[in-house]
Antibody, heavy 124, light 107 residues
Framework: QAQLVQSGSELKKPGASVKVSCKAS????????LNWVRQAPGQGLEWMGW????????MYAQGFTGRFVFSLDTSVRKAHLQISSLKAEDTAVYYC?????????????????WGQGTMVSVSS | SYELTQPPSVSVSPGQTARITCSGD??????AYWYQQKSGQAPVMVIY???KRPSGIPERFSGSSSGTMATLTISGAQVEDEGDYYC??????????FGTGTKVTVL
């Protein structure tokens, strides 16, 4: 069955960088966009953006430009989220999620498969 | 920026009906999706494309959308339905957005 498996928890110091990976299995990787979602402790879900797994083109939500980079390694069916110049406020669980396909032209699919989440903690 | 507004909390007794609303200006033209998140777990889709239920989701979960409001209904709520619920949709430019979230308590 389709699934996404993310890399393990990270503890980083302010100013450092972190790379979170998301490995897909059980479906055709390039057929579905991958989204990234952030959830700070005790807070709601926040959409960060998505990456076209066919072209590699990323789209970032407002507030996630500059220090956040989405990338792919299609040879191993992985997507990556890299965050540079980490700040304490980046402390959160980061999820990757597959976007389903909708038959209606122009409509956006829902996030039907989710990774288990990766906790990134930033502390001195 | 575009916002989807939900009530912070909904409380029902077991067996009663819980209704969670999601208000957004683009909803008349955009699909709404609903997610259930239990403590410490990843979200799970319970409704897609306004009113469709994924396989494995109990029939007591249903969705509807009219005008600028989408609604998730849990008919005959069970204790195991407790958790946080989020709506999800897009604005007119294709930017995705989650609702503010609703904590559902069944007791």
């Amino acid at each position: 069955q389709a699934q996404l498996v993310q890399s393990g928890s990270e503890l980083k110091k302010p100013g450092a960088s972190v790379k979170v990976s998301c490995k897909a299995s059980g479906y055709t990787f390039s057929s579905y966009a991958l989204n990234w979602v952030r959830q700070a402790p005790g807070q709601g879900l926040e959409w960060m953006g998505w990456i076209n797994t066919n072209t590699g083109h990323p789209m970032y939500a407002q507030g996630f430009t500059g220090r956040f980079v989405f990338s792919l390694d299609t040879s191993v069916r992985k997507a990556h989220l890299q965050i540079s110049s980490l700040k304490a406020e980046d402390t959160a669980v980061y999820y990757c999620a597959r976007e389903g396909i909708v038959a209606v032209p122009g409509a956006i699919g829902g996030l039907d498969i989710w990774g288990q989440g990766t906790m990134v903690s930033v502390s001195s | 920026s575009y916002e989807l507004t939900q009530p912070p909390s909904v409380s029902v007794s077991p067996g009663q009906t819980a209704r969670i609303t999601c208000s957004g200006d683009a909803l008349p033209k955009k699909y709404a999706y609903w997610y259930q998140q239990k403590s410490g777990q990843a979200p799970v889709m319970v409704i897609y494309e306004d009113s469709k239920r994924p396989s494995g989701i109990p029939e007591r979960f249903s969705g509807s959308s009219s005008g600028t409001m989408a609604t998730l209904t849990i008919s005959g709520a069970q204790v195991e339905d407790e958790g946080d619920y989020y709506c999800y949709s897009t604005d007119s430019s294709g930017n995705r957005v989650f609702g503010t979230g609703t904590k559902v308590t069944v007791l």
